[in-house]
């Protein structure tokens, strides 16, 4: 079996998809929408408390550059290098002076941006589709989440990996959130980042006793 936590839980999926000597696959926050989305909403939920107008122009900014690699995902670095740079350069201009003094020259914010955004595994992440490879998981699955997870929200990560699989045809699956922890399984408060060191426990233990009788039972 495959045990796959955040990233992990990407990745289970694409292997599954296409091995049939797997027996079970259990997803610890993975993802089950567009990775897109995911980075929208993440963003969303870890600027809580940033201006309005500058959430709105980031968010924008974002949505037109994900899409843009999203639509020209086979085309070279050059040409997506080009594109990165037209709306990052008009994405600077939209923010705030104090705000521009924060990142930088407008020169060094677009040249990061482009560093990180062509980088070959920035580029298949962004284009992901979980639904791609759920769909075609046929080996029971549990799939679990902390309902205080800032980094792959539960609501909609959850939801999206039960439709892909129903999708597939699969029958065999669990779907669990768990309304008081976090992104590493940790019972929080916030369930933010940085609050992730201050808390003593790992792993919750009733959490990772569910998780193995879920595969005594699978």
Known sequence: GLVGHSEGGMIAPMVVAKRDDIDFMVLLAGPGVPI??????????????????????????????????????????????????KIMNSGYDQFPKDMQEAMGSKEEFVASQSKTMLNPWFKFFITYQPADYLIKVACPVLAINGGLDVQVSAKENLAGIEAALKAGGNKNFQIQDFPTQNHMFQEAKTGEVEEYKEIEETFNEKTMEFIGNWIENH
Do not use: C, G, H, W
């Open 36 to 85: 897109s989305e995911l980075m929208i909403k993440q963003f969303e939920m870890n600027a809580k408390d940033a201006p309005e107008d500058i959430k709105k122009t980031n968010i924008k900014i974002q949505r037109e550059v994900f899409e843009m690699m999203y639509e020209s995902k086979d085309a070279p670095n050059e040409e997506l290098e080009l594109a990165i740079e």
